[in-house]
């Protein structure tokens, strides 16, 4: 299985498949049971503003939008950050559930973290139950940075990098 990465540029084409991708990936790793209302609509928010949020970081120099596809569907997609010199952030990273252990976020997570530069602090929040992701994290060098505070509705962490060079991460 061939994974191509490439920018993604969001048109208006794109805004429903993009959305719907985020739903699938949303769905299958932010819910479980005991959310209460108000997590469940702070995850619905993330489906809502997908699109826009890729829209505004393709006008934005100081971030990237990756894709990944897979014989020519989109499978997933990062959004990589530079909000100051010391401040690198892996923003968005969303694989559509049917890709899950295929590869597709590594090469997506590799990419991002080259696009950002692998050779400096780079920070991710993620969610606080999502043991996979936080395992997929850490294989990655980061690790959740206990004295970082996250004031999201759904238990996120902060998870940090120290800079090093990519090498066999993730691998």
């Given at each position: 299985m061939a994974i191509v990465i490439d920018h993604l540029i969001c048109t208006d084409g794109m805004r429903e498949e993009l959305t719907a991708l985020t739903a699938?990936?949303?769905?299958?790793?932010?819910?479980?049971?005991?959310l209460t209302q108000a997590q469940r609509d702070a995850n619905q928010r993330i489906i809502d503003i997908a699109y826009d949020s890729c829209l505004a970081a393709n006008r934005n120099d100081q971030q990237a939008v990756l894709g990944a596809w897979v014989e020519d569907e989109l499978s997933g997609f990062v959004i990589s950050t530079i909000h100051g010199e010391e401040n690198r952030e892996l923003d968005w990273l969303m694989v559509d559930p049917?890709?899950?252990?295929?590869?597709?976020?590594?090469?997506?997570?590799?990419?991002?973290?080259?696009?950002?530069?692998?050779?400096?602090?780079?920070?991710l929040n993620t969610i606080r139950f999502n043991s996979r992701a936080?395992?997929?994290y850490q294989r990655?060098?980061?690790?959740?940075?206990?004295?970082?505070?996250?004031?999201?509705?759904?238990?996120?962490v902060i998870m940090r990098r120290p800079p090093r060079p990519l090498s066999n991460e993730g691998r």
């Open positions: 699938r990936a949303v769905k299958s790793t932010y819910y479980r049971d005991d049917v890709h899950h252990g295929q590869g597709v976020a590594d090469t997506l997570m590799r990419a991002g973290l080259e696009w950002l530069d692998p050779m400096t602090d780079i920070w936080i395992h997929f990655y060098g980061f690790a959740i940075d206990e004295t970082a505070q996250s004031h999201h509705v759904v238990p996120n």
